[in-house]
């Protein structure tokens, strides 16, 4: 599968940003997908999952702000990100898992001035 991240940009402290991710197959029955981020010189983290089921997790520094969703028929993951911190500069990158192979996006660049 291929995986096909947009959406990024420069935005203010206090904006909003949606990030997608077009896969290049079904994603009905992915078991998970994913949304990852790098900032400069750090290591990447995860910052949200969502099950095939909809059930959803988020790293402590998003919950509340961020929301991660798919839209299976259109076969694209989303982040809807809000009240952005300039801590939230990072390259996102979506993600899935399908059996025990993992698959990257080619990630998109959020920068948030302060």
């Known amino acids: 599968v291929q995986l096909q991240a947009s959406g990024g940009g420069l935005v203010q402290a206090g904006g909003s940003l949606t990030l997608s991710c077009a896969a290049s197959r079904g994603i009905a029955n992915i078991a998970r997908m994913a949304w990852y981020r790098q900032a400069p010189g750090k290591q990447r983290e995860l910052v949200a999952v969502i099950t095939s089921g909809g059930s959803t997790d988020y790293a402590d520094s998003v919950k509340g702000r961020f929301t991660i969703s798919r839209d299976n028929a259109k076969s694209t993951l989303y982040l809807q990100m809000n009240s952005l911190k300039p801590e939230d500069t990072a390259v996102y990158y979506c993600?899935?898992?399908?059996?025990?192979?993992?698959?990257w996006g080619q990630g998109t660049l959020v920068t948030v001035s302060s």
């Open positions: 993600n899935c898992r399908i059996v025990i192979q993992n698959y």
